[in-house]
């Protein structure tokens, strides 16, 4: 539908936007474990972005939007959860480029080797949902109900507490003589051996577990945090102080997680709801916006963008 990018030839409105940019997987073919729910761009739609936001924005590291100048006409580059594709096919086409990004980590999945919504994906792909529920409900009777119809959604809503349900997932996998399947998890998100010390890398917090952080208590919500704070620091890598929210909504962010932010001395936060942003400095509650796979969507997208600049009375 749309064959080549948009001109902006007639008033640059584009540059008008300051985008972040969200990515998660980057496999060439998304494993059969993950398939229908991960956010996956191939290597090759990738580098076919990249070239075109290299042309049409100035790409500068996250953190350097946060630093008072304006923000318009500029794009940072992230991947969240850590999954090994980001270090082995995005890294290549991002360092070939001279192009900075920030990959946000999760501790906990960093040392255990599993992401706890890649069980989810897993229980859903190799159909059993029910199974679970059926046993989720009669040894945890008291708990929140998640309907198998919208299982994948249900499961991350602020209602149910992430960590219990991971752990009511564990249970199940050890009853029903999972474990070695699901250890095989394990290959697709990156160990401490997988990250890159490199220049143009940085890396965030994204809290240990990536569980929604509105769904646990106060001090689990600290732990979460600032425990992720402790494995980054032992890392000894360059380290973003900007924070990305796990699943990135208003609904996912705990009330008086921005002062808790500043006062670890974190300069930001960033949202995850597909939008940009318009006006002279970012606030501390940053918007980010996840790419389509394939150029068709991409530019879809990068035109819509354009064309609410253009509506928006904020960008005059």
């Not at 564990?170 to 401490?192: H, M, P, T």
Request: charged share 20%; aromatic share 12%.
């Amino acid at each position: 539908m749309y064959p080549h990018p948009p001109s902006y030839a007639n008033g640059e409105r584009v540059s008008e936007v300051g985008l972040v940019l969200v990515y998660h997987g980057v496999f060439r073919d998304v494993p059969a474990e993950l398939a229908g729910a991960v956010h996956n761009v191939t290597p090759r739609s990738l580098g076919r972005q990249l070239d075109w936001l290299n042309s049409h924005f100035k790409i500068v590291p996250l953190d350097a939007m946060f630093d008072g100048c304006s923000p318009r006409g500029k794009v940072a580059i992230t991947f969240d959860d850590g999954y090994k594709s980001v270090f082995t096919e995005a890294a290549p086409l991002l360092f070939r480029r001279g192009i900075p990004f920030t990959v946000f980590i999760n501790g906990g999945i960093l040392k255990k080797g599993i992401f706890w919504r890649d069980k989810i994906r897993w229980l859903i792909n190799s159909q059993r949902v029910e199974s679970f529920l059926s046993f989720r409900a009669q040894l945890w009777p008291g708990e929140p109900e998640i309907s198998g119809a919208n299982f994948y959604r249900g499961s991350k809503t602020p209602e149910v507490n992430s960590r219990i349900l991971d752990g009511q997932i564990d249970d199940y996998i050890g009853a029903q003589g999972l474990g070695a399947e699901v250890k095989k998890l394990s290959r697709f998100v990156a160990g401490e051996e997988d990250l890159i010390d490199h220049p143009l890398v940085t890396y965030g917090n994204h809290t240990l577990n990536h569980y929604v952080l509105s769904s646990l208590p106060v001090v689990e919500q600290a732990t979460e945090i600032a425990g992720n704070d402790d494995v980054l620091q032992h890392l000894g890598l360059p380290c973003s102080a900007i924070f990305a929210i796990p699943f990135g909504d208003a609904r996912d962010t705990p009330r008086g997680l921005a002062t808790y932010l500043r006062s670890q001395g974190y300069n930001g936060m960033l949202f995850s709801r597909n939008r940009f942003n318009v006006g002279d400095q970012l606030p501390f509650a940053c918007e980010r916006f996840m790419p389509s796979d394939g150029w068709t969507d991409f530019h879809r997208n990068m035109l819509r963008i354009h064309w609410k600049c253009r509506r928006s009375p904020t960008s005059d």
